[in-house]
């Protein structure tokens, strides 16, 4: 297989506490099943595989503003919900844990992509309008390009989905593929 060290595969908050919303609980096996997909030909065409999560301390030094104000803390560091859904095959990826909804805030995912010399990321996982977007804008800010793999993103709401990808199209901040168009694509 060739190997494609420009890029890497980032996969995002895959938690069981995302997945706890009707919306998203009805998405679960499209996204599951596509993100599967997705690792399996990275790792045969030996793409790296990002699993990035998130995880907050109980001490509140780590809580965003709104946890703050709502003096409600949560994704926890050891809690069941806090886990990577149980269907996604975890093996050969490389944990990242964050705390706010960009991949890039206080995290080595630059360091460790600059190691690696990607200059493009291909995005998968959860949610759209926050944790998916942001990390594409900051990829963009970064200087490394950006694919959303569609059919391996969700939203809480669909038209959130459908308007912030709009969006980072019109910008310029990233492009939009299928699970299939880069599966095929890694296959050669």
Partial sequence: MTAHPAEALLLIDLQEAFFETPALAEARTEVVDAV??????A???????FLISTEHSRDRSTWTLS?????????????????VIHELDTAGMTRIEKTRDSAWFGTDLLLRLH???VGRVLIAGVS????????????????????????AVADERTDHKETVLDLLV???????????????????
Wanted: negative net charge; glycine residues 4%.
């Fill in 43 to 49: 790792r045969r065409a030996q793409v790296p595989i």
């Fill in 115 to 117: 190691n690696l010399a």
């Fill in 36 to 41: 599967n997909a997705l690792a399996a030909s």
């Fill in 128 to 151: 759209a309008h926050a944790c998916i977007t942001q990390t594409a804008r900051d990829a963009y800010a970064n200087n490394i390009r950006a694919t959303i793999i569609t059919d």
């Fill in 67 to 83: 946890m703050l104000e709502d003096d409600q803390g949560y994704l926890f560091h050891g809690d069941p919900s806090s886990a």
């Fill in 170 to 188: 019109a910008d310029r901040q990233a492009v939009l593929a299928r699970t299939q168009e880069v599966v095929d694509r890694w296959r050669g």
